[in-house]
T-cell receptor, first 113, second 115 residues
Framework: DQQVKQNSPSLSVQEGRISILNCDYT??????FLWYKKYPAEGPTFLIS?????DKNEDGRFTVFLNKSAKHLSLHIVPSQPGDSAVYFC????????????FGGGTRLMVKP | NAGVMQNPRHLVRRRGQEARLRCSPM?????VYWYRQLPEEGLKFMVY????????ESGMPKERFSAEFPKEGPSILRIQQVVRGDSAAYFC?????????????FGAGSRLTVL
């Protein structure tokens, strides 16, 4: 029973365009959502997060949107750069607890020059 | 200023052998979390430890798996009598205290292959 799902295993975009990565969750107890970025042979690196009391959080080129009623969140990267090519994991947590992270299966983003 | 160090990076074991994975947290971090990533899946929480204490092991299989974080030395995840289904990447993360998920620092992982 996957509580956090990333339905697109891969995404390819052109440099300079927008990348939109999607994530759906089922557990209504989740109240904190995070995106991690992972390069090959490295561990996940925290990218951006959002609390359930907000519907948008922006950090430079990265914006996360949360739609609680649809239990859906998305990560927008604009403009996309080749260095953004990585696997992106969506994760959800209860109370922002480090031991309560539930990860999606990841989306591999490829940004073409 | 080394990050979270995991070793070995790659480990090959035959069925029935033991696997020991080590995690040295970042300097000043006293909380360690172990996550497992099975092929084609996301990371799944296994266990959360402080020095000499297991805080939460709700994600740990009941048999063959154990974890410790001694007063001195790295945290160790031990898998006895490994089976093929244990083949996965095991990630360790650390934090300074019981922190938010957004401040966990992950290591590069240990990839276990069971033949």
């Amino acid at each position: 029973d996957q509580q956090v799902k990333q339905n697109s295993p891969s995404l390819s975009v052109q440099e300079g365009r927008i990348s939109i990565l999607n994530c759906d969750y089922t557990n209504s107890m989740f109240d904190y959502f995070l995106w991690y970025k992972k390069y090959p042979a490295e561990g996940p690196t925290f990218l951006i997060s959002i609390s359930s009391i907000k519907d948008k959080n922006e950090d430079g080129r990265f914006t996360v949107f949360l739609n609680k009623s649809a239990k859906h969140l998305s990560l927008h990267i604009v403009p996309s750069q080749p260095g953004d090519s990585a696997v992106y994991f969506c994760a959800a947590s209860v109370d922002n607890a480090g031991n309560m992270l539930t990860f999606g299966g990841g989306t591999r983003l490829m940004v073409k020059p | 200023n080394a990050g979270v160090m995991q070793n070995p990076r790659h480990l090959v074991r035959r069925r029935g052998q033991e696997a020991r994975l080590r995690c040295s947290p970042m300097k000043g971090h006293s909380h360690v979390y172990w996550y497992r990533q099975l092929p084609e899946e996301g990371l799944k929480f296994m266990v959360y430890l402080q020095k000499e204490n297991i805080i939460d092991e709700s994600g740990m299989p009941k048999e063959r798996f154990s974890a410790e974080f001694p007063k001195e030395g790295p945290s160790i995840l031990r898998i006895q009598q490994v089976v093929r289904g244990d083949s996965a990447a095991y990630f360790c993360a650390s934090s300074r205290k019981s922190s938010g998920a957004n401040v966990l620092t992950f290591g590069a992982g240990s990839r276990l292959t069971v033949l």
